[in-house]
Protein backbone atom coordinates (compact mmCIF):
# COMPACT_ATOMS: atom_id res chain seq x y z
CA UNK A 1 0.00 0.00 0.00
CA UNK A 2 1.43 3.27 -0.94
CA UNK A 3 -0.20 6.71 0.18
CA UNK A 4 -0.01 9.61 -0.98
CA UNK A 5 -0.17 13.47 1.18
CA UNK A 6 -0.25 16.66 -1.18
CA UNK A 7 0.68 19.97 0.05
CA UNK A 8 1.64 23.79 -0.50
CA UNK A 9 -1.69 24.64 -2.58
CA UNK A 10 -3.12 27.54 -1.72
CA UNK A 11 -4.47 31.14 -2.95
CA UNK A 12 -2.14 32.98 -5.41
CA UNK A 13 -2.57 35.87 -7.76
CA UNK A 14 -2.85 35.02 -11.46
CA UNK A 15 0.65 35.60 -12.70
CA UNK A 16 2.21 34.45 -9.41
CA UNK A 17 3.39 30.73 -8.77
CA UNK A 18 3.02 27.41 -6.82
CA UNK A 19 5.02 24.62 -6.30
CA UNK A 20 3.12 21.77 -4.68
CA UNK A 21 4.61 18.43 -3.15
CA UNK A 22 3.51 14.57 -2.70
CA UNK A 23 5.19 12.51 0.05
CA UNK A 24 4.95 9.03 -0.99
CA UNK A 25 5.25 6.07 1.44
CA UNK A 26 6.80 2.82 0.52
CA UNK A 27 10.62 1.95 -0.01
CA UNK A 28 10.43 1.80 -3.38
CA UNK A 29 9.67 5.56 -4.42
CA UNK A 30 12.12 5.68 -7.36
CA UNK A 31 10.86 2.86 -9.26
CA UNK A 32 7.15 4.37 -9.56
CA UNK A 33 6.13 6.67 -12.52
CA UNK A 34 4.44 9.60 -11.06
CA UNK A 35 1.94 11.89 -11.80
CA UNK A 36 -0.50 15.09 -11.35
CA UNK A 37 -4.04 15.45 -11.75
CA UNK A 38 -6.30 18.17 -11.20
CA UNK A 39 -10.02 18.81 -10.84
CA UNK A 40 -11.88 22.13 -11.55
CA UNK A 41 -14.98 22.94 -9.83
CA UNK A 42 -17.89 21.32 -12.74
CA UNK A 43 -15.22 19.65 -14.52
CA UNK A 44 -13.72 16.18 -14.99
CA UNK A 45 -10.37 15.58 -13.63
CA UNK A 46 -7.48 16.32 -16.05
CA UNK A 47 -3.67 14.80 -17.05
CA UNK A 48 -1.27 17.70 -15.76
CA UNK A 49 1.84 16.36 -15.59
CA UNK A 50 3.78 13.27 -15.68
CA UNK A 51 7.53 11.90 -14.28
CA UNK A 52 8.78 8.43 -15.38
CA UNK A 53 11.34 6.41 -12.71
CA UNK A 54 13.62 7.01 -15.62
CA UNK A 55 12.65 10.95 -15.18
CA UNK A 56 11.17 11.39 -18.35
CA UNK A 57 7.80 14.16 -18.27
CA UNK A 58 5.11 14.85 -19.81
CA UNK A 59 2.55 17.64 -19.75
CA UNK A 60 -0.75 18.45 -20.72
CA UNK A 61 -0.83 21.38 -24.14
CA UNK A 62 -2.22 23.80 -21.38
CA UNK A 63 0.36 24.03 -18.48
CA UNK A 64 3.64 22.94 -20.88
CA UNK A 65 6.14 25.84 -20.68
CA UNK A 66 4.61 27.40 -17.23
CA UNK A 67 4.83 24.36 -15.09
CA UNK A 68 7.62 21.70 -13.93
CA UNK A 69 7.45 18.42 -12.44
CA UNK A 70 10.52 17.06 -10.96
CA UNK A 71 10.93 14.11 -8.24
CA UNK A 72 13.51 13.46 -5.48
CA UNK A 73 13.80 10.10 -4.47
CA UNK A 74 15.75 10.46 -1.39
CA UNK A 75 12.67 12.32 -0.02
CA UNK A 76 10.07 10.35 -1.50
CA UNK A 77 8.40 13.35 -3.08
CA UNK A 78 7.15 14.66 -6.23
CA UNK A 79 6.87 18.51 -6.87
CA UNK A 80 4.77 20.67 -9.62
CA UNK A 81 6.24 24.22 -9.98
CA UNK A 82 3.71 26.02 -11.70
CA UNK A 83 4.57 29.62 -12.83
CA UNK A 84 2.41 32.36 -14.74
CA UNK A 85 -0.54 30.40 -12.90
CA UNK A 86 -3.83 32.06 -14.83
CA UNK A 87 -8.07 31.30 -13.44
CA UNK A 88 -8.55 28.40 -15.73
CA UNK A 89 -5.83 26.53 -13.35
CA UNK A 90 -8.01 27.02 -10.35
CA UNK A 91 -8.61 23.24 -9.14
CA UNK A 92 -7.71 20.69 -6.29
CA UNK A 93 -4.76 18.82 -7.43
CA UNK A 94 -3.85 15.01 -7.04
CA UNK A 95 -1.24 13.17 -7.16
CA UNK A 96 -1.23 9.60 -8.13
CA UNK A 97 1.56 6.57 -8.29
CA UNK A 98 1.74 3.79 -10.84
CA UNK A 99 4.10 0.69 -9.57
CA UNK A 100 6.37 -0.38 -11.99
CA UNK A 101 3.88 -3.64 -12.73
CA UNK A 102 1.29 -1.08 -13.98
CA UNK A 103 0.71 -0.33 -17.53
CA UNK A 104 0.30 3.57 -18.30
CA UNK A 105 -2.16 5.55 -18.26
CA UNK A 106 -3.31 3.86 -15.17
CA UNK A 107 -2.26 4.73 -11.72
CA UNK A 108 -2.64 2.55 -8.82
CA UNK A 109 -2.75 5.17 -6.02
CA UNK A 110 -3.90 8.51 -5.64
CA UNK A 111 -3.57 11.22 -2.76
CA UNK A 112 -6.59 13.33 -1.30
CA UNK A 113 -5.43 16.42 -3.41
CA UNK A 114 -4.45 20.08 -1.87
CA UNK A 115 -6.78 23.22 -3.19
CA UNK A 116 -4.75 25.56 -5.94
CA UNK A 117 -6.45 28.85 -6.40
CA UNK A 118 -5.98 31.57 -8.73
CA UNK A 119 -7.43 34.73 -8.41
CA UNK A 120 -7.65 37.39 -11.57
Known amino acids: QVQLVESGGGLVQAGGSLKVSCAASGHTFSSYGMGWFRRAPGKEREFVAA???????YYADSVKGRFTISRDNAKNTVYLQMNTLKSEDTAVYFC??????????????WGQGTQVTVSS
Open 51 to 57: IRSSGTT
Open 96 to 109: AARLPTTAPPAYDY
